[in-house]
């Protein structure tokens, strides 16, 4: 016995054109970014990771290793 599926739900062919229009979509030229909070996100992740090397390499300055 199939499961029927419900009316509220795109069919395939809808998900399909759907699809296909988005990637159609090309975003600003030099961006690698298709939403700003991922964006925002990358670049908090780097100054992090920048900011903790610097001061590791500080650390290590003056403690002598």
């Known amino acids: ?3 029927k599926r419900p009316s509220f739900l795109p069919s ?4 399909e ?3 296909q229009s ?3 979509q090309r975003g600003r030229p030099g961006s690698h970014f298709d939403h700003p909070t991922a ?3 990358f670049v908090a ?3 992090v990771t920048v900011a ?3 001061v590791g390499g500080v ?3 003056l403690l002598g290793h």
């Open 1 to 3: 016995m199939a499961l």
């Open 12 to 15: 395939l062919d809808e998900l």
């Open 17 to 19: 054109q759907q699809a």
């Open 22 to 24: 988005r990637s159609s």
């Open 39 to 41: 964006k925002a996100l």
């Open 45 to 47: 992740v780097l100054a």
């Open 52 to 54: 903790a090397h610097v």
């Open 59 to 61: 650390v290590f300055l």
